[in-house]
């Protein structure tokens, strides 16, 4: 431990644990304004936790001295879903799947998904009515998940969707809600919730099995989806590929990582522009003007100016991901401090994000600030949604495609204004950063 370094008063077992938990975001944007550049707090009698939050110091966690650190236990209980995939691996064998499936997530092979991206927003919609009442968050959620599953196995699956979708919604669930808790009931005990959760993973690891196996046996069919990509991904050196085991632990890693993360950042977005109706206004003339009315595609995105300072204010404001740790490996400096093996470093993008130093009014929702250079001009990670270094987000560009598709699809044809505007909507930071208790909205049809 760390004497000289700073930090909020805690108790004397429990430390900071109770503070933070009561409210993480408050407990860690106080943290950062009383205390500077690295705060120390403990979670109990042993465990040493160090807030950066100087972007520079952040840079060397990520990047140039990440070699130092590891990812932090809190991603362990993923394990139980996606195995050893690229989001919970580690060293050479992170290194080797980050290269088998960088290709996949190019931005020209990921353009190929527009149109799916496209076609399940107009799918929705036809569902909803003028003037309907709805939980936008669990529209977000499922519209989400049919493009992913879809983009992953592509069309025409013989196994039934549904059932797949609900199964992966049970694993989504169990790793959320177990992640956040900080009771561990090990998974052989039968609770309600442990049951349900080993059927629903007997049943999608013998799906995603059954398909990676009549996959197997008809290669070369032409097949562009991401599951292709990953049966077909071959490594430099030595011409391997990927085991069957390792291909179903990476598409539960590519659901566990791009389902909730996007839908979250939808639903935030909607939100932010049913209480701003004047950049609501700016948006629909920007659709007008660029797309007519009809459904965007992939090309028209760099020309969505609008959309795309929506997309980037919404994500500085309500970050999915708001905040990562790494564990210390071998003593390491940061920020001319030294840290220890088992301490762990936090850097919290919702801190960053409304830290005043870099932005003017940090809590209010102004997407023209980033109309000119502000995101070059900013140091490199006041500004980090999907983390950065070696282990940025892989699928960032599929996300920020799927986001402006969505957005300017469902704007063209709907307005959401809030069901109970008197009602604030909290933000819940669990493993991501949702609306607490869902967005109750009603649907305005457009002329
Ligand atoms: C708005 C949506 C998203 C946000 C905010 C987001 C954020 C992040 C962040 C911050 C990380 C780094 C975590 C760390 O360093 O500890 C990450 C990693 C990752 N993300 Fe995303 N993500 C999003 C969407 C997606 C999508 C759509 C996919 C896949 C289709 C995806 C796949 C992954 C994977 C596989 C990793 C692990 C990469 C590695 O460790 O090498 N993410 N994401």
Request: glycine share 6%; aromatic share 8%.
């Amino acid at each position: 431990m760390n004497l000289t370094i700073p930090g909020p008063k805690g108790l004397p077992i429990s430390g900071n644990l109770l503070a933070f938990r009561r409210d993480p975001l408050g407990f860690l944007q106080e943290a950062a304004r009383e205390h500077g550049d690295i705060v120390h707090f403990r979670f109990g009698p042993q465990r040493h936790i160090y807030l950066l939050t100087n972007p520079d110091h952040i840079k060397e966690v990520l990047v140039s001295k990440q070699a130092h650190f590891r990812k932090a236990k809190g991603l362990q209980v993923a394990k139980v879903v996606v195995g050893e995939g690229i989001l919970t691996s580690e060293g050479k064998k992170h290194l080797r799947q980050r290269r088998l499936m960088q290709p996949a997530f190019h931005r020209e092979r990921i353009a190929s998904y527009g149109q799916t991206m496209v076609d399940h927003a107009l799918v929705m919609m036809d569902q909803w009515r003028d003037q309907e009442e709805r939980n936008i968050h669990d529209d977000m959620m499922k519209v989400t998940l049919a493009i992913i599953t879809e983009t992953m196995f592509g069309k025409g699956l013989k196994q039934d969707t549904d059932k797949i979708g609900q199964a992966i919604e049970v694993g989504l669930h169990y790793v959320s809600t177990k992640a956040s808790s900080f009771i561990d009931i090990p998974l052989s005990v039968p609770t309600r919730s442990n049951v349900r959760f080993r059927e629903a993973a007997e049943m999608l690891d013998k799906a995603i099995y059954d398909i990676i196996d009549e996959r197997r046996k008809r290669e070369g069919e032409g097949r562009t989806d991401l599951l292709a990509m990953l049966l077909a991904a071959r490594d430099e050196d030595d011409g391997t590929g990927m085991t069957d085991q390792q291909v179903r632990d990476e598409v539960m890693t590519i659901f566990l990582a791009g389902h909730e993360t996007t839908a979250n950042t939808m639903s935030w977005i909607w939100y932010l522009l049913a209480t701003h109706p004047e950049a609501e206004q700016k948006l629909h003339s920007e659709l007008q003007e660029v797309l007519g009315g009809r459904p965007p595609v992939v090309d028209d995105i760099p020309r969505l100016s609008y959309v795309n300072q929506i997309i980037t204010e919404a994500m500085r404001l309500y970050p999915a991901a708001w905040a990562i740790s790494r564990e210390v490996v071998d003593e390491v400096e940061i920020g001319g401090q030294k840290f220890q093996p088992g301490e762990t470093l936090m850097m919290s993008q919702y801190v960053m994000h409304r830290n005043p130093k870099y932005y003017e009014n940090p809590d209010q929702f102004i997407p023209e600030r980033f109309a000119g250079d502000l995101l070059k001009k900013l140091p490199s990670f006041a500004y980090f949604p999907f983390g950065g270094g070696p282990r940025v987000c892989i699928g960032n560009n599929f996300a920020l495609m799927e986001t402006a598709l969505l957005l300017s699809t469902i704007a063209q044809r709907f307005r959401i204004r809030l069901a109970h505007p008197d009602r604030p909507v909290e933000p819940e930071p669990l493993v991501t950063l949702r609306p607490k208790n869902g967005l109750q909205v009603v649907l305005e049809k457009r002329p």
